[in-house]
């Protein structure tokens, strides 16, 4: 996992990957659906809201320096 007593190797890893061929290719597979909201029920956009604010909420408790 990422945090900040790593990032500097996994960063440092990462920029020597991607400097190490700079032609190569990454492939990405197409798994994303873009939803609009006339697609989502009610109920969906009050779950995506609850959730929302749920994370909000955490996010405000955490201390300042995570």
Known sequence: MLNKDNYVPWSSRL???AKSDPDRKVHVA???YEQ???ELTNKEVRQMEADDQA???ILMG???DI
């Open 55 to 57: 994370i909000q909420t």
């Open 30 to 32: 197409e798994t994303f």
């Open 62 to 64: 955490l201390p300042e």
């Open 36 to 38: 609009t909201d006339d």
């Open 15 to 17: 920029l020597l990957y």
